[in-house]
C-alpha cells in the first residue's frame, strides 16, 4: 500500500486497498473540535459540554481520543443511544395499533432492560438468546424474561367484533419478519403467500420459522421495581386470608357456577356461530383479559384451556376475579341470589390494599400445544400441509438433537457455522458510524439487496465480532477508533461524480441527526435536558391536534423534568406519533426498520423555528449565555458556539450573526408593542430588549446546519 502509515487498524487496510483500487486518497483527519463533537453524538447520542471539549483539547497524551471513546462507552447514556436501533427494529410502542391503539402502560420494561443491557455489554449472542428466549433459559431470572419484550411489540387488536385467531396470526407473522430482518438481513415476509421470488425461501419454510413463534403466549409478569416487592410480601399473608375469609361461605357454589361458565366458553370456541352470546363472552375474555395493564391478549383464553390442576395460584386468583366480575350471564339469576356482584365489589377492594406490583410485557411457551401449517395463499382459515419448527435449507441446519423451541433457534443463530447474525448486526453498527452499511440495504441481504461496498471487510468484521466474545462495545470501540471514522466529512470535487453516496469511504459522511438527537441536543445546549436514565414514558409537549387524530387519545403533558427528557422516553402512540418524531423521520411504529431515512424539507425548518420546544430551548439557552458570559457581545457569542457547536464562530459567522443581533435589538428597543409580545429569557436585572434578541439569536443558533448536523 501506497499510504500504509495512514491505517490505524485492520479496518483502514481494508478501506486503503480499496480507496487505492479505485484510484482514491482518504481525507485528512477531522480537527479535534469536529471529532469530539462527532464521537460523543455517535456513541451518547447528545454534543459535549464545553468542560468536556476543553478537556480533550487541552489533553496532550498519545492516547487522548482512545481514553475519550472509553469514556463514551462507559457512560449510562451510551445504553440510551444504542437502544433506538433496537427499538427501530422490533417497532416498540406504547400503544396497541389498530382502531381503538388502547395504552400499554408496562410496555417501558423491555426498553428499560435493553438499556441497561446494552450498559454493562451484554454479549451480543446472550442478548440475543435473551431476547428471543429468556423465558426458555433453566430458572430464568425475571430479568432474562424482560428480555423477551423483544417480541410483545406486536401490534393487538382489542376491538368489539375481532377475530382473535386472525390477530393472533398476524402477531406471529410479525414476529417471524422481525427475527428474520434483525438476525438474518432477509425478507422472509415475502414466502408468507408463496415461494420468495429472489430468495432461496420457500413457503413451508416460512411456515417452519413461524411455527417457533406459533407456540408462544404473551403473558404479563409481576416483575417488582426496588422497593416494591418487600411491602407487598409484608401484606400478602394478611390480604390472603382476608379474601379466604370473603369466598368461604360461597366456595362450592362459585365453583359451580365458574365450571359451567368455563364449560359455556369452550364450547363456544369450539363451535363459533352456535351461541351468538357465550361468542361475545369468549370474544370479550380475550379482548379485555387484564384490563388497563395490556395484558396479553390470548391469556385468559388459554387460561381457560387448561386444566384447572395446572393453572398457577396467580391464574386462578385472576380467573376467578374476572369471572366474579363478567360472568353473571351464567346464570343471573343464581348470581343475584348470591349477591355475587357485591363479592365481586368486596375481592377488588380488598385488592387495592395490597401494594402493587409493577408487571412487564413477556412471553412463554403455550400449555396447550398448536399445530402449524402452511396458510394456502397465507390465509389463516386454509390450512395446508403440517410443518414443524425448522430453518431455511440454504442454511445451516439446526442440530439433529435440538429441542424446535426458541431457545434452539437462538443457539442455532449464533453457533459459529452461521454465517448471517454477525455479518448483519456488524453491518447495522458500521451504518450508525458512517451513515450507510457496507451493505446499504441493511434490512435485506439477499439478492435484491445491495451488494457489499467492502464484502472482506464485512467478513473479517463479523469473524472479529465473534473472536472479541460478541462484545458490541469492543467492536464499536475498533471503528470509532480507526482511520477512516476519524476523517474529514468536507465534501471533495473529485469524489462528486465517482463516489457521491461515499461508498468508497474516502471522507466521514456529514449525517442529519436523528429525531431524537436533534430535540436531545436542543435541550441538552440549552440546559432544560433532565438526564434521569429509565423509567415509563413521558409526554411531552406537542400540539393538541395530533393526539385527536387518533381514537379518544389523550395526551396530557407531563411537568416538571418529564417535560424534557430524552426523546428515547417519550411515549409512542402507533395511530398518532407524537409529532417532532414524524417530522425528523423517525420510522412507522407498524413494522421493523433496519435503516432510517433522512429527509431535509421545509416542515423541518418550520418545527426548529416554531415548535414550543425549540422556542423554550431557545430562551433558556440565551438565559445561560447571558448568565455564562457577562461582558460584551463577542464573549457571549463565543460562548454560545462552544456550547452549541463545540468551536468558537469564525469571523464571517460572528460579522453576521452581530447584524442580527443588532437588528433585532434596534427593533426591540424602538417598538414596545413588539418587545412586550417578545420571548424573554432574561430576568435578574437584565435589560428586556437585550435578552429577548438572545433569544432570538439562541433560536438561530439552534437552527443552524452545523448544529442538526453529525459533520
Not at 412471553?363 to 403440517?386: A, C, K, M, N, Y
Not at 418524531?581 to 413494522?591: G, I, K, M, Y
Not at 431557545?618 to 461582558?631: N, W, Y
Not at 452581530?658 to 420571548?679: F, G, K, N, T
Request: with cysteine.
Amino acid at each position: 500500500m501506497k499510504r500504509a502509515e495512514w491505517a490505524r487498524s485492520p479496518i483502514d487496510r481494508f478501506i486503503l486497498h480499496r480507496l487505492e483500487v479505485e484510484g482514491l486518497q482518504p481525507s485528512p483527519e477531522a480537527g479535534r473540535a469536529t471529532i469530539i463533537r462527532r464521537v460523543t453524538l455517535d456513541l451518547v447520542g447528545m454534543p459535549p459540554s464545553p468542560a468536556e471539549v476543553a478537556a480533550f483539547l487541552g489533553d496532550s497524551r498519545p492516547d487522548a481520543y482512545e481514553q475519550l471513546v472509553n469514556r463514551l462507552l462507559a457512560s449510562p447514556h451510551y445504553g440510551e443511544k444504542w437502544a433506538r436501533p433496537w427499538l427501530d427494529l422490533c417497532h416498540y410502542a406504547d400503544t396497541d395499533g389498530y382502531l381503538t391503539d388502547q395504552a400499554r402502560p408496562v410496555a417501558w420494561r423491555y426498553r428499560q432492560w435493553l438499556v441497561d443491557a446494552l450498559n454493562r455489554d451484554l454479549p451480543f449472542d446472550q442478548l440475543t438468546i435473551e431476547q428471543l428466549a429468556g423465558d426458555l433459559l433453566p430458572n430464568p431470572a425475571t430479568e432474562q424474561r424482560l428480555a423477551t419484550g423483544f417480541l410483545r411489540n406486536t401490534l393487538s387488536n382489542r376491538e368489539g367484533g375481532a377475530d382473535l385467531e386472525e390477530f393472533r396470526v398476524e402477531q406471529v407473522v410479525d414476529r417471524t419478519q422481525m427475527f428474520a430482518t434483525a438476525w438474518l438481513g432477509l425478507t422472509v415476509g415475502c414466502a408468507r403467500c408463496h415461494d420468495h421470488k429472489h430468495d432461496p425461501v420457500c413457503q413451508r419454510e416460512f411456515y417452519q420459522l413461524y411455527a417457533f413463534f406459533d407456540s408462544a403466549d404473551e403473558v404479563n409478569i409481576d416483575a417488582p421495581l426496588p422497593g416494591e416487592l418487600d411491602p407487598y410480601l409484608a401484606k400478602r399473608p394478611e390480604y390472603d386470608r382476608k379474601r379466604a375469609e370473603l369466598l368461604k361461605p360461597l366456595t362450592e357454589e362459585i365453583a359451580e357456577l365458574q365450571a359451567l361458565w368455563e364449560r359455556k366458553l369452550l364450547e363456544a370456541a369450539a363451535q363459533p356461530g352456535k351461541d351468538h352470546v357465550w361468542d361475545r363472552q369468549w370474544e370479550v375474555l380475550g379482548l379485555v383479559w387484564g384490563g388497563n395493564l395490556g395484558e396479553g391478549q390470548l391469556e385468559g383464553t388459554q387460561i381457560v384451556r387448561q386444566e384447572p390442576s395446572r393453572r398457577s395460584k396467580d391464574q386462578k386468583e385472576r380467573l376467578l376475579d374476572y369471572f366474579l366480575k363478567n360472568g353473571a350471564v351464567t346464570d343471573p339469576r343464581r348470581f343475584q341470589e348470591l349477591k355475587l356482584d357485591e363479592l365481586s365489589g368486596k375481592l377488588e377492594a380488598l385488592k387495592k390494599e395490597l401494594p402493587r406490583l409493577t408487571r412487564a410485557q413477556t412471553v412463554r411457551e403455550t400449555p396447550i400445544p398448536r399445530e402449524t401449517t402452511v396458510h394456502l395463499r397465507g390465509d389463516f382459515r386454509s390450512r395446508g400441509p403440517r410443518v414443524t419448527p425448522g430453518t431455511p435449507a440454504f442454511l445451516p441446519p439446526l442440530p439433529e438433537d435440538a429441542k424446535p423451541d426458541r431457545l434452539s433457534l437462538a443457539r442455532w443463530l449464533m453457533a459459529p457455522e452461521n454465517p448471517l447474525p454477525a455479518r448483519v448486526e456488524i453491518n447495522r453498527m458500521w451504518q450508525e458510524f458512517f451513515g450507510r452499511g457496507l451493505v446499504l440495504t441493511s434490512e435485506d441481504f439477499g439478492t435484491h439487496g445491495e451488494r457489499a461496498s467492502h464484502p472482506e471487510l464485512l467478513d473479517w468484521l463479523a469473524v472479529e465480532f465473534r473472536e472479541r466474545g460478541w462484545s458490541m462495545k469492543a467492536m464499536q470501540r475498533l471503528i470509532a477508533t480507526s482511520a477512516a471514522y476519524r476523517q474529514s466529512s468536507l465534501a471533495r470535487p473529485d469524489l462528486a461524480a465517482r463516489d457521491p453516496n461515499n461508498a468508497f469511504l474516502a471522507r466521514q459522511s456529514s449525517l442529519r441527526l436523528s429525531a431524537e438527537q436533534i430535540r436531545d441536543s436542543a435541550l441538552f445546549v440549552s440546559g432544560l435536558l433532565d438526564a434521569r436514565i429509565g423509567g415509563p414514558s413521558v409526554f411531552p409537549p406537542q400540539p393538541e391536534n395530533v393526539a385527536m387524530e387518533g381514537f379518544e387519545n389523550k395526551w396530557t403533558p407531563s411537568s416538571g423534568g418529564d417535560r424534557y427528557r430524552r426523546g428515547l422516553y417519550n411515549y409512542l402512540q402507533r395511530l398518532s406519533p407524537f409529532a417532532h418524531n414524524v417530522t425528523f423521520d423517525a420510522p412507522p411504529l407498524s413494522r421493523s426498520c433496519a435503516r432510517r431515512e433522512r429527509s431535509n424539507t421545509p416542515l423541518q425548518a418550520l418545527a426548529l423555528l416554531n415548535d414550543p420546544v425549540f422556542f423554550e430551548a431557545a430562551k433558556a439557552l440565551a438565559a445561560r449565555i447571558l448568565r455564562e458570559a457577562p461582558g460584551d457581545f463577542s464573549a457571549r457569542l463565543e460562548r454560545a458556539f462552544l456550547i452549541c457547536l463545540a468551536r468558537p464562530p469564525t469571523p464571517r459567522e460572528s460579522e453576521r450573526l452581530r447584524a442580527y443581533y443588532d437588528e433585532q435589538l434596534a427593533i426591540l428597543r424602538r417598538d414596545s408593542a413588539v418587545l412586550a409580545a417578545a420571548p424573554l429569557a432574561g430576568g435578574n436585572g437584565l435589560d428586556p430588549a437585550e435578552a429577548s434578541a438572545w433569544t432570538c439569536l439562541g433560536s438561530v443558533l439552534l437552527n443552524l446546519h452545523p448544529f442538526i448536523t453529525r459533520e
